[in-house]
T-cell receptor, first 116, second 112 residues
Framework: KAGVTQTPRYLIKTRGQQVTLSCSPI?????VSWYQQTPGQGLQFLFE???????NKGNFPGRFSGRQFSNSRSEMNVSTLELGDSALYLC???????????????FGPGTRLTVT | AQSVAQPEDQVNVAEGNPLTVKCTYS??????LFWYVQYPNRGLQFLLK??????LVKGSYGFEAEFNKSQTSFHLKKPSALVSDSALYFC??????????FGTGTSLTVIP
């Protein structure tokens, strides 16, 4: 079974631009979560989608948004990029969602975003 | 308020010795607790989780963790460390509000 895939793997953008990252979950998984990883703040939860609905959201500004499609693929969008948005963005998929006791996440390799 | 704390940035242990990576949490209610490992140039991998039941949880690669409610801790342990266990370890907690928090990570180095 193929793992979680994220595209693109690397991205360079300038301040003020917007960016869209993509995540394809493991086949059959309906939950997709997004995380930001930086040296200073560590791993931070952005949001989780399950069956095309956002179920949980972390403490990030509204510039960070996401969506999930009927095939469970998810996209994350960051508008008006700031230098501080430079990070590794990780996507994780699960067959259940956060409330399920069987919840177990499988992570993708991440998208390395650099904002200049 | 920090929900998960990993008090040690770096842990060094000799190969063959037991290892412990510490984690404490500060969420109310009955949290779900997790351990993940991140190997160099590889993605984050799930090791084990505690949901309810037996306080000693066994996971992948011979790791186990002990849930201690009175001390609000969930330390990761392994009886005999391998050089290949050298990696970055993250503790995580899901609180009753379904928010997911990660610790800052502990870098484990197993010395041959």
């Amino acid at each position: 079974k193929a793992g979680v895939t994220q595209t693109p793997r690397y991205l360079i953008k300038t301040r003020g631009q917007q960016v869209t990252l993509s995540c394809s979950p493991i086949s059959g998984h309906r939950s997709v979560s997004w995380y930001q990883q930086t040296p200073g703040q560590g791993l931070q939860f952005l949001f989780e989608y399950f069956s095309e609905t956002q179920r949980n959201k972390g403490n990030f500004p509204g510039r960070f948004s996401g969506r999930q499609f009927s095939n469970s693929r998810s996209e994350m969008n960051v508008s008006t990029l700031e230098l501080g948005d430079s990070a590794l963005y990780l996507c994780a998929s699960s067959s259940g969602w956060l409330r399920d006791s069987s919840y177990e996440q499988y992570f993708g390799p991440g998208t390395r975003l650099t904002v200049t | 308020a920090q929900s998960v704390a990993q008090p040690e940035d770096q842990v060094n242990v000799a190969e063959g010795n037991p290892l412990t990576v510490k984690c404490t949490y500060s969420v109310s209610g009955n949290p779900y607790l997790f351990w993940y490992v991140q190997y160099p140039n590889r993605g984050l991998q799930f090791l084990l989780k505690y949901i309810t039941g037996d306080n000693l949880v066994k996971g992948s690669y011979g790791f186990e963790a002990e849930f201690n409610k009175s001390q609000t801790s969930f330390h990761l342990k392994k009886p005999s460390a391998l050089v290949s266990d050298s990696a970055l370890y993250f503790c995580a907690v899901r609180d009753t509000g379904n928010q997911f928090y990660f610790g800052t990570g502990t870098s484990l180095t197993v010395i041959p």
